[in-house]
Nanobody, 127 residues
Framework: QVQLVESGGGLVQPGGSLRLSCEAS????????IGWFRQAPGKEREGVSC????????YYADSAKGRFTTSRDNAKNTVYLQMNSLKPEDTAVYYC????????????????????WGQGTQVTVSS
């Protein structure tokens, strides 16, 4: 059974940092494309960063480039999203997801292409 469990969200001041974790079970990270998504109230779920073992480097949305970094620990079957220089507009529920890799990661970093989802973790950036 595929499961994804996020943690690490919270309240942080603008300019601060958070590291989100996503522990996967029931599969190994190399078997799927992995994505970080976020959804703010009243907005669609958007891809923040996606990667797979067959891609040279992770894809980052423009809003994440230069501030967010995706990494993984295969031994722990866990992926991370390090978020720096956080802004109030980063406030959202953050989800990790897994899906079958079928094309370029920058193309498939869209919510409908991912089959398995975690429960989400709230990130609030506010002074």
């Amino acid at each position: 059974q595929v499961q994804l469990v996020e943690s690490g969200g919270g309240l942080v001041q603008p300019g601060g940092s958070l590291r989100l974790s996503c522990e996967a079970s029931g599969f190994t990270l190399d078997d799927y494309a992995i994505g970080w998504f976020r959804q703010a109230p009243g907005k669609e779920r958007e891809g923040v960063s996606c990667f797979s073992s067959s891609d040279g480097s992770p894809y980052y949305a423009d809003s994440a480039k230069g501030r967010f970094t995706t990494s993984r620990d295969n031994a722990k079957n866990t992926v991370y999203l390090q978020m720096n220089s956080l802004k109030p507009e980063d406030t959202a529920v953050y989800y990790c997801a897994a899906g079958f890799k079928w094309g370029p990661i920058q193309t498939m970093c869209v919510a409908p292409y991912f089959r398995y989802w975690g429960q989400g973790t709230q990130v609030t950036v506010s002074s």
